[in-house]
Each structure stands twice: as structure tokens, then as C-alpha cells.
């Protein structure tokens, strides 16, 4: 992240002082969370929660549960919600929390316990004007009403707009769920408009087919593109004709695999890297293509759904053969640009149809993209530079016109 940053920083000659500033998180918290366990015996967890910026606004990002959840992981994650809201222009800093823990070994209780307890410790940093939460990996819905019933049985009345992503019922917003992979389809299709190709009958890769993967070929197979590879965990299929992304989401919910499925010729996932295809979607975990693969992609355009798929090294490799790279911090912001559309209708007690969220989502995303392309002209730079310049420039003006409080 550092590394990608200084580059853009460089190129628009950021005052030293305001580099100093944008490269240090604002806040670290690290709580221990105790918890009894369904047999009675006491475990302790380890949880963070991290505000990098919040020169923008209150902190935005999500809570991840996962055992290799770590201090420095949680920092990077909330300096690029920093960027991404930036590049969003929506009115949020960065934030990232998370505890080490396998949430698959956890029963219902447990976790509710574990949520309740990690929220408590962290209840100060939290509130609609402070930090705002939001589902992340391994934390969905549930989660997030546990949160926001948590910290509303403190302050001592229901605020919903306290946390996003939470069940309709309890305040969260229609169309949320699929906004990053509605986000990741809308700027794959302006980036192929801008490279002179056409959506429909182009050829589309997908690693991953969780929430944002599925979505995003679901999608893109909507509007005429041909998803001719999808992998997950446990391997990958492929189809020069097309796969039948409507049935692949059956089987895959019916499955909880793509493994197996009838209409596609199996394919070791890893090999995803490898075909020939005009647009390469990596929609899984971080640091997925790398020096050691990037030469073996023959994708046109790579789109990154995830965060931080590429490694700086490879994305030089690929900058130099002429492959177009959406950075995550542009390709993925549906996702935190519906959060702030849900954090919006909870505090004005007004709910939006789905066609508004879409049409709403639709505008951000054209216009972010926009915006990042011309950067990206105007300096002649790859458009992960051009993101973080539009992302830099947006935080440092505002930094300076707020000035230094002492």
C-alpha cells in the first residue's frame, strides 16, 4: 500500500508534511475479548480496530474474523478504505477492525458473545459520526445486528446508522449485497468501452465465486459478455462457448462449490492466470497475481474485485505489456459507496426503492471512473497511480484547509 501510495504522491508533489501525515494511522486499538465458551471454558481473543484517516468523515470499513487476522493487515485494509472512499467521493475516512479467531469453530452463541464483547471494548471509537462498521470476511448480516444492537443497548436508544450491511428489517439498504459486484461490473464495462472493445461477446475470467465474483459474472453475463472461466477454493471450470452463469449460481448454492459442475470442463483453479480471455476478474484474496505468474496472464483488461490481488511487482510487469489495470481501490467501491447510501437513509428515516440504490450507484461508479481516467491522461500514468492521485489530492486539500490543531 505504501508503495503504491508514494508513487502517486511523488507525481503530484505532495507537501512532505501531508505525506508524513497520510502515511501514519490516526488511531490503533488493540482489546482483549473474553469469552465463556458452550463447554465453560474461558477463551481470550484478540481483536483490533483501526481509524487511519478521518479527515473526510467518520471512519468506514468492515470487521473480518479469521485466524490470520493481524495488526498490520487491519492498518493496510483501512488505509485503502481511506483511498477508496476518497475515489468514491463519499464523505468517510478509513477504517478496518477484525479478531483472530476460526468463526467455523465457534457455535451461534459463541459468536454472538464474541461480537458483543469485541463491540463493548471497542464502544468509544464507535458511533454514526465516528466509525462505521460493516460486514468484511466471515462477518455477515447477523453480525452486524449483534453490532448495532450492542452499541444501541449502551448509548440507550436504537441507532441504526451506527453499522451497514445489516438486514433489511433492521435498517440496512436494498441492493447492498450486490453493490461491489455491481460496482466491479459497472467500470469493467466503461473500461472496455475506453479500450475500444465491445461488453457484448467479449471473454471473461473470474477467480473467486463468493459475493463479489458470482455477482460480477452474474452481471456481466446479464448485459452480453461470455464467461468462458470461473475458479473458487477448490477449483475451476472452464467453457470457450460460455458458461451458464444463471445455473453455475444454483449448483453453486446447492453445492456450496462450483466443483463438479455438468456444463464445464474442470480445470485446476491456479490455471484461471492462464487463459485467454479479454478481461480477468480477481475477485478472491490478496496478493493473487505476482511476479511469478503475471507474464502467464493474456488477459487485455484485469478488473481487481478483490483488495490487493495484485502485488506492485507484477503490476509493473503487466503495465509494461500494455495490460489495463481498475485498481481495487476504484473497482471495488460499490460496496462502501452503498454502505454510505445505507448510512444515509438510516439517519434520514428514508428508505429508497432498489432502481434508486442501482441508478445512485450507477452515477458514482461512472463519474469515479471518469475521474480516474482523465487523472490518469493527464499525467500519463496506469490508473492504479491515477486512483491514488485522485484519492491523495482529495485528503490532503481538505488536511490543509482544516489545518494542524495544537
Keep these: 500500500m505504501l508503495e503504491e501510495f508514494d508513487e502517486a504522491a511523488r507525481l503530484v508533489g505532495l507537501d512532505p508534511g501531508i505525506w508524513q501525515i497520510l502515511t501514519h494511522p490516526k488511531r490503533q486499538v488493540t482489546v482483549s475479548c473474553p469469552v465463556q465458551l458452550d463447554g465453560g471454558r474461558i477463551e481470550v481473543f484478540t481483536g483490533y480496530r483501526v481509524q487511519y484517516n478521518i479527515t473526510l468523515g467518520p471512519a468506514k470499513g468492515g470487521i473480518r474474523y479469521h485466524p490470520n487476522v493481524t495488526l498490520d493487515e487491519v492498518t493496510t485494509l483501512a488505509a485503502w478504505m481511506t483511498w477508496k472512499c476518497a475515489v468514491a467521493g463519499i464523505p468517510f475516512g478509513g477504517g478496518k477492525g477484525g479478531i483472530i479467531c476460526d468463526p467455523s469453530k465457534l457455535s451461534p452463541r459463541e459468536l454472538e458473545a464474541l461480537t458483543r464483547r469485541y463491540v463493548a471494548e471497542i464502544i468509544d471509537l464507535l458511533g454514526p459520526d465516528k466509525d462505521v462498521p460493516a460486514p468484511d470476511v466471515n462477518t455477515n448480516e447477523q453480525i452486524m445486528a449483534w453490532v448495532m444492537d450492542t452499541y444501541s443497548m449502551h448509548v440507550g436508544t436504537t441507532i441504526t446508522s451506527v453499522v451497514t450491511g445489516k438486514p433489511i428489517e433492521m435498517g440496512g439498504s436494498l441492493g447492498r449485497r450486490e453493490a461491489t459486484g455491481r460496482g466491479v461490473m459497472i467500470v469493467t464495462r466503461e473500461a472496455v468501452r475506453d479500450l475500444g472493445l465491445d461488453i457484448i461477446g467479449a471473454t471473461v475470467a473470474v477467480q473467486g465465486f463468493g459475493n463479489v465474483g458470482s455477482i ?170 491515477a486512483a491514488y492521485i485522485v484519492a491523495i489530492s482529495r485528503v490532503a486539500a481538505v488536511t490543509k484547509l482544516r489545518g494542524m490543531y495544537a
Design 216 to 385: 460480477s459474472a452474474n452481471l456481466l453475463h446479464r448485459i452480453g459478455a461470455k464467461v468462458i472461466a470461473v475458479a473458487d477454493v477448490n477449483g475451476g471450470l472452464y467453457n470457450t462457448a460460455g458458461i451458464d452463469i444463471p445455473r453455475l449460481l444454483e449448483y453453486s448454492a446447492q453445492h456450496k462449490t462450483i466443483v463438479g459442475f455438468p456444463n464445464a470442463d474442470p480445470m485446476p483453479g491456479e490455471r484461471i492466470f492462464e487463459v485467454e480471455t479479454d478481461i480477468l476478474i480477481p475477485a478472491a484474496l490478496e496478493n493473487q497475481i505476482t511476479a511469478a505468474n503475471a507474464d502467464k496472464i493474456k488477459a487485455k483488461l484485469i478488473v481487481e474485485g478483490a483488495n490487493g490481488p495484485t502485488t506492485p511487482d507484477a503490476h509493473r510487469q503487466l503495465h509494461s505489456r500494455g495490460v489495463c489495470v481498475v485498481p481495487d481501490i476504484l473497482a471495488n467501491v460499490g460496496g462502501v459507496t452503498t454502505s454510505y447510501f445505507e448510512w444515509v437513509q438510516d439517519r434520514q428515516g428514508y428508505f429508497w426503492r432498489e432502481s434508486e440504490v442501482n441508478d445512485r450507484l450507477e452515477h458514482k461508479m461512472v463519474e469515479a471512473f471518469n475521474r480516474v481516467l482523465h487523472t490518469s491522461k493527464k499525467h500519463n500514468c496506469d490508473l492504479r497511480t
